[in-house]
């Protein structure tokens, strides 16, 4: 059976649902599988980094544009590009994309799997945003989580209906760019120090804060620590590391589209968070055999076993980061000796494969959902 599947999601950037959807969309068997790919546009988006990157991807792409916040419209345009294109499921990500799911599976009868990807709380409209997803993603054939404790939570608010678990992956990485990571050492000024990198929306729980603390004990060295990220934290990151007289060791890059330049040129990526599920640049960190010293929650022990192929400290602790960083710039070959096996080290739980079968197994399961 070859399923055609509307994937539906309102994203400017990329992030990490964009890539998890554009690896699925570059690895799947075409004979088994067939995208269209669905994106919202509102007047207030100008540039679409995620739909200059399906460019380069052999999947009809369609953009639903959305006039006002309440716009009934987008759920007739959702239906007609899915009837027009024949296609057989419809794969959600986001709260919006839930809602014209909902409705058209009410309207439609159309078979449905949503993605929940984590909720954060950095501020009141988020928090709203993450109530009606959890609201949504109760009536859906299948809800799909991307982390076991996420995963345990969907159970709950789903009680006896169809709950999936599906990981990340991580596919072999890019050749370095040389030129290009010398010309940002250059432009940063990090020729002669050690860079610890932070990568992530910057928000209350991601933790940043807590390394920007850690960095004030490291006063022996000259270290570096870069944040790649947005975010509604910025300004009080920037005034407490003000505070602690290290404006000029914590360099805030804004979101950066080629973050594998940006993990190939530190020396340590720091994963800080109080939340997570599985995060994408502890994978990527580890494939790219960058040392990653992160904290132990959410999804993160299942990726990252403590002194075999990563290490990890508890939430909220600014002086166990700064022990373990002390540690380990005082033993570079033990170091080394463990990122070499830190890329072995996710397969195949983490590999592209074992994730491309676990969707071809759901959407099979959902389009014999009512059919006979």
Not at 31 to 54: G, P
Not at 134 to 145: C, E, G, T
Not at 307 to 333: A, D
Request: with cysteine; proline share 3%; aromatic share 8%.
């Amino acid at each position: 059976m070859k399923h055609k599947v509307l994937i539906l999601i309102a994203t400017f950037n990329i992030g990490g649902p964009g890539k998890g959807i554009f690896q699925l969309i570059k690895n799947s068997d075409k004979d088994k599988v067939e995208f269209v790919l669905v994106n919202f546009l509102t007047k207030s988006v100008i540039k679409s980094e995620f739909l200059e990157e399906a460019k380069k991807y052999n999947v009809l792409t369609k953009v639903v544009k959305q006039k006002t916040r309440y716009d009934l419209s987008m759920i007739k345009q959702v239906y007609k590009i899915y009837s027009e294109n024949n296609c057989t499921l419809i794969q959600t990500h986001g709260y919006k994309a839930h809602i014209i799911a909902l409705a058209l599976k009410l309207l439609y009868k159309v078979k449905w799997i949503s993605f929940a990807h984590g909720w954060t709380s950095e501020n009141i409209r988020v928090k709203i945003y993450n109530s009606i997803e959890k609201l949504l993603i109760r009536f859906p054939d299948v809800a799909v989580a991307v982390s076991p404790k996420l995963f345990s939570v969907l159970k709950k608010i789903r009680k006896h209906k169809k709950t999936e678990l599906i990981l990340n992956a991580i596919t072999v990485p890019p050749i370095s760019d040389l030129v290009e990571e010398n010309k940002i050492k250059k432009k940063l000024g990090l020729e002669g120090a050690v860079v610890l990198g932070i990568f992530g929306r910057l928000s209350s729980e991601k933790g940043q804060v807590y390394a920007i603390s850690a960095l004030a004990k490291l006063s022996n060295c000259k270290v570096k620590l870069i944040l790649l990220g947005e975010g509604v934290d910025e300004e009080y990151l920037r005034l407490h590391a003000k505070k602690l007289s290290l404006q000029d060791n914590v360099l805030f890059c804004g979101y950066q589209s080629n973050i594998d330049v940006y993990i190939n040129l530190v020396d340590f990526i720091i994963v800080p968070s109080l939340s997570e599920g599985i995060p994408n640049i502890v994978l990527e960190g580890m494939a790219m055999n960058k040392p990653v010293i992160s904290t132990n929650v959410g999804g993160i022990p299942e990726i990252i076993q403590h002194g075999q192929n990563g290490w990890l400290v508890e939430p909220g602790k600014p002086e166990q980061i700064s022990s373990m960083l002390i540690e380990l710039l005082n033993s570079k070959e033990k170091v080394k000796k463990i990122t070499d096996v830190a890329q072995d080290s996710l397969f195949p739980k983490f590999s592209v494969e074992t994730r491309i079968n676990k969707f071809i197994e759901i959407y099979d399961y959902v389009s014999n959902v009512n059919s006979k």
